[in-house]
């Protein structure tokens, strides 16, 4: 399974950018796919959830200004951010849970938000 993430770069703040993460190896429409994200000197956290059933989650912080989709015939999760912050600045990395509970990571992509 390869989890393929793409689309970070350099945005002032108050600007959009759209992530995107192509699994391949894998049948994709039956798993949970999920944006984390980690700062620098901080802990990994958790961003947004697209399930398998159709359902999103959000975190508090994202909450309005991000959106997860997922186009399960190409195989790939957007992470669409609007109305970016400095502190959204991170390495975002998507993830992919299978029913069976097993996880995946892609490798990351860096989210820079200048002021």
């Known amino acids: 399974v390869q989890l393929q993430a793409s689309g970070g770069g350099l945005v002032q703040a108050g600007g959009s950018l759209r992530l995107s993460c192509t699994a391949s190896?894998?049948?994709?429409?039956?798993?949970?796919m999920a944006w984390h994200r980690q700062a620098p000197g901080k802990q990994r956290e958790l961003v947004a959830v697209?399930?398998?059933?159709?359902?999103?989650y959000y975190t508090d912080f994202v909450k309005g200004r991000f959106t997860v989709s997922r186009d399960n015939a190409k195989n790939t999760v957007f992470l669409e951010m609007n109305s970016l912050k400095p502190e959204d600045t991170a390495i975002y990395y998507c993830n992919l849970k299978t029913p069976k509970f097993l996880t995946y990571w892609g490798q990351g992509t860096l989210v820079t938000v200048s002021s």
């Open positions: 190896g894998i049948i994709f429409n039956i798993n949970d």
């Open positions: 697209s399930s398998s059933s159709g359902s999103t």
